[in-house]
């Protein structure tokens, strides 16, 4: 069973940093890219970061660009976004999502673009 769950989300104050996991079963890790898709309260979905299956390239939104950063770790099957000087804009459902073939290049961000996608995980920041 393909399964790919993510945690970490929390109630965090403006300039405060949390740290998303992602854990990947089910399918061969190592071969597919991952990426980070958020969608803030009553909006669209918005592509966050992406990495390819080597780790060699990461990509960042420019609202996040600076502030977070995107890892993979395939001995663990885990993918984690690790998120500093939080806003209240970073509000949202943070989901993780794995794709093959992949072009670091294009974001892709609906669940269609998708070979699997996470439930998603709160993220809440405010004072």
């Known amino acids: 069973q393909v399964q790919l769950v993510e945690s970490g989300g929390d109630l965090v104050q403006p300039g405060g940093s949390l740290r998303l996991s992602c854990a990947a079963s089910g399918f061969t890790f190592r071969r597919y890219a991952m990426t980070w898709v958020r969608q803030a309260p009553g909006k669209g979905l918005e592509w966050v970061s992406g990495?390819?299956?080597?780790?060699?390239?990461?990509t960042y939104a420019d609202s996040v660009k600076g502030r977070f950063t995107i890892s993979i770790d395939n001995a663990k099957n885990t993918a984690t976004l690790q998120m500093a000087s939080l806003k209240p804009e970073d509000t949202a459902v943070y989901y993780c999502?794995?794709?093959?073939?992949?072009?670091?290049?294009?974001?892709?961000?609906?669940?269609?673009?998708?070979?699997?996608w996470g439930q998603g995980t709160q993220v809440t920041v405010s004072s």
């Open positions: 990495i390819n299956s080597g780790a060699s390239r990461t």
């Open positions: 999502a794995a794709r093959i073939p992949y072009s670091p290049d294009y974001h892709y961000t609906y669940e269609a673009e998708y070979a699997y």
